[in-house]
């Protein structure tokens, strides 16, 4: 079973950027869309953005235009540019495929 290891978050200022990094091993990385989420404690788990395998985005509305996600198959990691950031976007942030466990995320506070 694949755990990823998500990495990268921090506090920010708003109007900041970050870029998260979520890595995972194995050899049916390529085969998969990945995605990411992101969950305030006492919420639930919100839906961010998916990278397909052949690389099709879709984001969404809450980060279209601000974030991009983006995958590297040769280092089984996927990335999140965070761009524009706003108190809004505080959360613990993590990157889920078919078939993997949860990972631990990563945190990122924004401040305003």
């Known amino acids: 079973q694949v755990q990823p290891v998500e990495s990268g978050g921090g506090l920010v200022q708003a109007g900041g950027s970050l870029r998260l990094s979520c890595a995972a091993s194995g050899s049916t990385f390529s085969d998969n869309a990945i995605d990411w989420y992101r969950q305030v404690p006492g919420k639930q788990r919100e839906w961010v953005a998916t990278i397909s395998r052949g690389g099709t985005t879709v984001y969404a509305s809450s980060v279209k235009g601000r974030f991009a996600i983006s995958r590297d198959n040769a280092k089984t990691t996927v990335y999140l540019q965070m761009n524009s950031l706003k108190p809004a976007d505080t959360a613990v942030y993590y990157c889920?495929?078919?078939?993997?466990?949860w990972g631990q995320g990563t945190q990122v506070t924004v401040s305003s």
């Open positions: 889920k495929a078919a078939g993997w466990d």
